[in-house]
């Protein structure tokens, strides 16, 4: 049974001038349990939008998200969120602090809270950082933080929206090996959004991609059959990322003709 | 290329040494100008002033008259902004708390607290209350904007962040919208502080047996020029001290809430 599927999703806004947008139609996924699932999509796809109904921020028009076979209702611990921004960090806590958060709110005791908090800042690489305040940390530092507060909270899936857009080239890289590693790690289940075709090869085990929006839907799906450490000089990851590219191609054509 | 005795210099500037020069600098013009500038007794220069301020200070009538004046402040300013606080994030958090009470914050902030100066005379006297009433309404209406402004400028995915780490929405508001909006409560603090000396000054010279407002109405009163300017130099440094300390404090005490960052 996959853990997330989503049947026949529509989500349509309205504009001020109360005019819809149908964001995404007929949006069809299944999700198993384990995987590391890349939606890749053009900008202003709706990619987004599918995170935030997952998540729960946003409930969909018509159509149903279910987990485990139960639809979902509204945001829950089982689906923790990485965000793009580092907006969601709580700036008046310490980086340990903001990775306690969740077991805080559960009334987990301070001393087995701050113990597990450490082992996921030691699992992110941010040992020794623990006890400074996210404005004192760059950019790769505080996604990091992002990360192990929602691994400590032990969710049954990981939702990361455009996680790594932000950073710089090299911080990005870098944290995609270490993303692959932590999933390696802990091989929790992840939806990955990206519009980086390079991240979703080397990332993900199955990439959804998506058509231009309005009602944008999944165009199709590529296996990534690579295992352990992908290589971007590799053969076989050059091949995936034609695939994927020729996939995407017409699509970002569209997305930019739409745009202007 | 910049020389290295000119990097010293502007250190020096932009660290405490350019404060003084700006407050000598201040005293020097108001010097020149009262000497040959208006050469009149009705502007004296900082030098008479001083000597003033000294005498004043000696035979006691100053601090009785500061302390008379802080303490209305305080006790307006504390309770207004306890008062305040609660209120703003109520109307930051709950649109139907907001729109039952909007009209009463729109309404009676755009009125004065000067003009409340009657009315509070004749509500409660010339004593402490009318004084200590003034000061909280001149306070409370700028801590409960700027407390409820915070309050929606606080980052939407904060709170989505919390929502999925599992927290309820009693411990998003303790644990996120509280804390998040301090920053804002403490610029509407320190905004409302510096109303609360124009009111407490204004109140005093209305109506008030002492305080620093009561002593620039005797000294127009009895024509005593130089007690006038020592009570207005007193203003600014206690208007300035007390900014300072409490930008200070906030540094200190509070820097991961401190508005700057």
């Known amino acids: 049974m996959p853990l997330v599927s989503f049947l026949d999703v529509e989500k349509t806004y309205r504009s001020l001038q109360g005019v819809d947008y149908p964001a995404v139609e007929h949006f069809n996924v299944e999700i198993e349990p384990g995987e590391f699932f890349c939606l890749l999509g053009p900008s202003g796809c709706g990619k987004t939008t599918v995170l935030k109904m997952l998540a729960g921020f946003e409930t969909p028009t018509t159509g149903q998200i279910l987990m485990e076979g139960r639809p979902v209702t509204g945001a829950s611990r089982d689906r923790g969120v990485v965000f793009q921004g580092d907006d969601s960090l709580y700036g008046w806590l310490t980086a340990v602090e903001n990775v306690e958060f969740g077991l805080r709110m559960r009334h987990v005791g301070k001393a087995e809270r701050r113990e597990r908090a450490l082992r996921y800042l030691e699992l992110v690489g941010l040992r020794g950082q623990e006890q400074k305040y996210p404005a004192e940390l760059s950019g790769g530092m505080k996604q990091r933080i992002q990360i192990a507060r929602v691994l400590v909270n032990e969710p049954k899936m990981l939702l990361m929206d455009e996680p790594f ?15 692959a590693r932590i999933w390696q790690a802990t091989r929790t289940t992840v939806l990955f959004i990206t519009h980086d075709i390079d991240e979703a090869v080397t990332l993900g085990k199955r990439i959804g991609v998506m058509r231009a929006g309005p009602r944008s839907q999944v165009k199709g799906v590529v296996e990534v059959a690579l295992n352990g450490a992908r290589s971007r000089t590799d053969d076989a990851f050059l091949r995936y990322y034609k695939a994927v590219y020729e996939m995407i191609r017409d699509e970002v054509a569209k997305s930019i003709a739409g745009a202007s | 290329m910049i020389r290295d005795s000119d990097g010293a210099a502007r250190r020096a500037l932009s660290g405490y040494g350019g404060y003084v020069l700006g407050f000598i600098s201040l005293f020097v ?37 500061l302390s008379a004046s802080l303490q209305r402040i305080l006790a ?11 209120i703003g994030l109520a109307m930051g958090s709950f649109r139907p708390v907001r729109r039952v009470l909007e009209p009463y914050t729109e309404f009676l902030r755009f009125i004065p607290s000067v003009a409340m100066i009657t009315v509070a005379v004749i509500w409660f006297g010339i004593g402490e209350a009318s004084k200590i009433f003034l000061i909280i309404y001149t306070t409370i209406f700028i801590v409960i904007l700027n407390t409820a402004a915070g309050v929606s400028a606080i980052a939407p995915d904060k709170i989505r962040a919390a929502q999925s780490l599992g927290a309820t929405r009693a411990q998003i508001f303790i644990h996120v919208a509280m804390p998040a909006t301090v920053p804002y409560i403490l610029t509407g603090m320190r905004l409302a502080m510096g109303n609360s000396f124009t009111t407490i000054v204004a109140a005093e010279l209305i109506a008030a047996n002492d305080g620093l407002g009561k002593m620039l109405w005797d000294g127009r009163l009895f024509m005593l020029v130089d007690e006038i300017f020592v009570s207005l130099v007193t203003l600014g440094l206690l208007g300035f001290v007390v900014d300072r300390m409490f930008r200070w404090s906030i540094y200190t005490f509070a820097g991961k809430y401190s508005p700057a960052t």
């Open chain 1, 165 to 179: 857009a932000a950073l710089d080239a090299q911080t990005r890289s870098l944290m995609q090996v270490e993303l």
């Open chain 2, 29 to 65: 013009i108001w010097q020149l100008a009262s000497l040959y500038l208006v050469s009149s007794v009705l502007f004296p220069p900082p030098t008479v002033v001083f000597r003033k301020g000294v005498l004043l200070v000696r035979n006691g009538v100053l601090l009785e008259h």
């Open chain 2, 76 to 86: 307006g300013f504390i309770a207004g902004s306890l008062l305040g606080i609660p």
